[in-house]
């Protein structure tokens, strides 16, 4: 049962139902999924350790609200990890991951061909699990899953700039091809190129932030991507904004 209405709560976080800031009281919550409150606690507490729910001494259980500094932070981890993780691959002898990558780039076709976009944003996360989980190593899984719950969160706030669903899937593909050619270099510049789009998406609508560049030891403002002509486009890198660009007011053009 905990786990049942673990799931019923995860969906509702990732799909918006149960919004950031939202405090979940226990008794309505119970009533409401037709439960009784033990479970229901444990749920809550799985759930806050996967990071999709936080707790606060003395005044309830939370939906956390992702602010620009934790967006940031979470892709810049993923960015360390996911590299480190496509290097290992590139580098290493045989491939036993191939199989695996290309039944997540599978998954993730058929979650596009789908039209639901919360089916895109598990088989998006199924492929960064599945790269991670292909170098074998119990630690490194163990560490990027505790971001999993938290790129939830961001996945969700992405469907707005991915009007056509398939623009997803390039990037992915790009990814695999790198590992399977082979290509060190160019691994890590689209996993790079991938982690810093989808920070600038994501804080596009919010304050001005700076996007720490992992490669060159800069700091940089986030462009805005011209989201209505090319909304995936990794051959096109981040730029400095023009200094006369009104970061304040940003728009989708």
Not at 11 to 21: E, H, K, L, Q, W
Not at 41 to 51: D, F, H, T, V, Y
Not at 86 to 94: I, K, N, P, Q, Y
Not at 212 to 229: E, I, M, N, T, V
Request: glycine content about 8%; some cysteine.
């Amino acid at each position: 049962m905990p786990g049942l209405v673990a799931a019923r709560l995860r969906t509702a976080i990732v799909d918006g139902s149960f919004p950031p800031g939202m405090q979940l009281a226990e008794i309505p919550l119970a009533e409401r999924l037709g439960v009784s409150r033990g479970p229901l606690r444990e749920a809550l507490q799985r759930l806050i350790q996967e990071g999709l729910l936080r707790g606060e001494r003395h005044r309830g259980v939370f939906v956390p609200a992702l602010d620009n500094a934790d967006v940031i932070d979470v892709y810049r981890m993923r960015e360390f990890l996911e590299g480190a993780a496509a290097t290992w691959l590139v580098r290493g002898e045989g491939g036993a991951w191939q199989g695996p990558i290309n039944a997540a780039i599978e998954r993730l076709r058929r979650a596009i061909r789908s039209g639901r976009w919360s089916r895109v944003v598990e088989a998006d996360l199924g492929f960064h699990s599945t790269l991670v989980d292909s170098v074998e190593s119990t630690r490194l899984s163990r560490a990027f899953q505790t971001l999993v719950a938290e790129s939830r969160l961001c996945l969700h706030r992405l469907e707005a700039f991915y009007p056509d669903p398939r623009d997803v899937l390039p990037e992915h593909e790009a990814i695999a091809a790198a590992i399977r050619d082979r290509k060190a270099d160019r691994v890590m510049r689209l996993v790079a190129d991938h982690m810093h789009e989808s920070v600038t998406r994501l804080t596009l609508h919010n304050a001005p932030v700076h996007v720490h560049d992992l490669s060159q030891g800069a700091s940089r403002s986030p462009r805005r991507p011209r989201l209505q002509r090319n909304p995936s486009a990794l051959s096109e890198p981040p730029g400095e904004p023009s200094r006369s660009q009104d970061s304040s007011s940003p728009g989708r053009g």
